[in-house]
């Protein structure tokens, strides 16, 4: 039987042999915090004073909310006009601010206490590029300025761009995770937010370039984007995503595993929107757990997981039953 470790590498290489399915999250590390996290969105919890990140956007999380979130409004938007935009933002110096390795200390030592237990380490890239431009200016400004202002908008992006790109490399020349799990929404659950061209021309060649240096240096690339993205899977595979976190029921998973041939991961395939819930009942989670294992599973390279980008169900009643019902399928199919 092969360690937790040992089935997590062998489901996401293309030629690997894993011999049960992973638990979601199991035995990955989150590395969800370091010094360049702190500085940017400083300390966040239920119940704070409205506040701002480091770009300048509000957010907010009320006590009775799940998470914290960014609130744009035509007064605070921090871009009011996309051509001007170098007037209105400055972006953070993480270099100037971040690069003290003594900030980096108690990050590595953690990080080295969980290599030292077997556990895979997952670095953190939240706020991707693409949830970033509407961070600053609001949803709808943004799909009008891809329209009205791309050159502005390009410049804006190659900005950005620069700022994660180096964010990224930071945290995997301090930290040296195994994975890292990157944040950026491209679309809803039914449909890209832009068009797979737009996308093509605004938004791969930043990813393009990060998860190549990413996988220059044997680092696997987890893109987290609870979305629908079928025009887009063969771009993923392109800029060198080794799994995509977040595959939503809504897109034809078992299509696409047949389409990428084992070259990307997919981890979701569970909907939250009908186990996570207050009143959701165990035969319910049971239910949607057991599809997702027999619709998605045996095409292989697929982990069961909510969707989220992250471990943790809403409902702490939730996960345990979801792994408990992977636990019996592989009981029943792999002997394990």
């Known amino acids: 039987m092969l360690s937790a470790k040992e089935n997590f590498f062998e489901t996401v290489k293309p030629d690997g042999h894993p011999d049960r399915l992973m638990k979601q999250y199991e035995n990955l590390a989150f590395l969800n915090s370091n010094p360049i996290l702190l500085y940017i969105r400083g300390k966040r919890y ?35 006009d996309i051509t001007e935009w170098e007037k209105y ?23 080295e206490e969980y290599r030292a237990e077997g556990k895979v ?20 400004d943004m799909l009008m300025n ?15 761009g620069e700022y994660r790109f180096q964010f990224m490399k930071m945290s995997i020349d301090y930290l040296h ?7 950026d929404d491209w679309g809803s659950k039914r449909a890209m937010f832009i068009s797979p061209d737009t996308w093509r021309e605004f938004i791969k060649p930043q990813f393009a370039r990060m998860y190549k240096y990413m996988n220059d240096n044997g680092v696997l690339v987890m893109h ?23 595959a939503l029921p809504e897109n034809d998973i078992p299509k696409i595993q047949k389409q990428v041939n084992g070259k990307m991961t997919l981890m979701g395939g569970i909907d939250a929107s009908i186990v996570d819930r207050a009143d959701s009942t165990e035969e319910e989670i049971r239910k949607e757990t057991r599809r997702a294992l027999e619709a998605y599973a045996p095409n292989g390279h697929f982990i069961p997981c909510i969707t989220y980008g992250g ?16 636990d019996k399928y592989n009981k029943e199919v792999y002997g394990i």
């Open 89 to 111: 933002l400055k972006i953070p110096d993480i270099q100037a601010e971040c690069s003290d390795p003594a900030l980096w200390e108690p990050f590595i030592k953690q990080a």
């Open 224 to 246: 987290h984007a609870d979305s629908y993205l079928e025009p887009i899977v063969d771009d993923m595979v392109e800029i060198g995503i080794d799994i995509w976190q977040g």
């Open 177 to 183: 995770p195994d994975v890292v799990i990157s944040h």
């Open 311 to 326: 471990p943790g169900t809403l409902f702490k009643h939730v996960d345990p039953i979801i792994n408990d019902e992977i």
């Open 46 to 80: 239920p119940g704070m004073a409205p506040s701002k990140d480091r770009f300048g956007t509000e957010v907010l999380w009320p006590e009775s909310q799940i998470a914290a979130m960014p609130h744009v409004t035509a007064d605070n938007k921090v871009i009011p």
């Open 146 to 160: 891809f329209l009205l202002e791309p050159e502005a908008m390009h410049e804006l992006i190659d900005a950005i």
């Open 121 to 140: 380490l997952m670095g953190y890239l939240p706020t991707g590029l693409f949830e970033r431009l509407h961070f600053l200016m609001g949803f709808e």
